[in-house]
């Protein structure tokens, strides 16, 4: 279908850590979202440099490097009609203090008093940095 697009989702360290994984993947499945992709990586600083290059200059850019690799994440790539808006607000507001109550951010995330916001999921925000994703982490294609 023209209309289908892929988006790419990071089940982060933190949600891997605490046994999210089958609850993420749950409630993409239970949307209707076809899973194309999914492995359990190591993020590197040098593929979080190219993940996060919007971020690089960030003051908190040190500590979401420390956070992203201190553990494995699942890498996922979503297939769909819209799925880059509809993952989006199934994860909620980045600051999971602020996500509201249903989306995955602000059902299992909370302020753990670190500094970097831990927040379970990263997804892609467009069909641009959906293909600039998908091609950082699966790059065979
Ligand atoms: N982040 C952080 N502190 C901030 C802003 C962001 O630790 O002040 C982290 C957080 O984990 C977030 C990631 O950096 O998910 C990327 O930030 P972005 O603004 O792109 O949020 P997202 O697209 O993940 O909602
Ligand atoms: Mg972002």
Redesign the pocket.
């Known amino acids: 279908m023209s209309d289908t697009e892929q988006v790419l989702v990071l089940v982060?360290p933190d949600g891997v850590r605490r046994g999210l994984v089958g609850q993420v993947i749950a409630r993409a499945e239970a949307r209707g979202f076809a899973i194309q992709r999914l492995e359990l990586r190591q993020a590197t600083p040098q593929l979080l440099a190219q993940h996060?290059a919007?971020?690089a200059a960030?003051p908190?850019y040190p500590?979401?490097v420390e956070?992203?690799t201190s553990g494995p994440v699942v890498a996922l790539v979503l297939e769909g009609a819209q799925v880059i808006v509809s993952f989006?607000a199934m994860?909620g507001?980045?600051?999971p203090v602020k996500a509201a109550p249903g989306t995955i951010r602000g059902d299992f995330g909370r302020d753990w008093g670190t500094?970097?916001?831990?927040?379970i999921v990263?997804?892609s925000?467009s069909p641009q940095s959906a293909a600039r994703e998908i091609a950082i982490w699966f790059p065979a294609g």
């Open positions: 982060k996060y919007e971020h960030k908190f500590s979401l956070y992203m989006r994860a507001a980045t600051d500094g970097e916001i831990q927040n990263h997804a925000d």
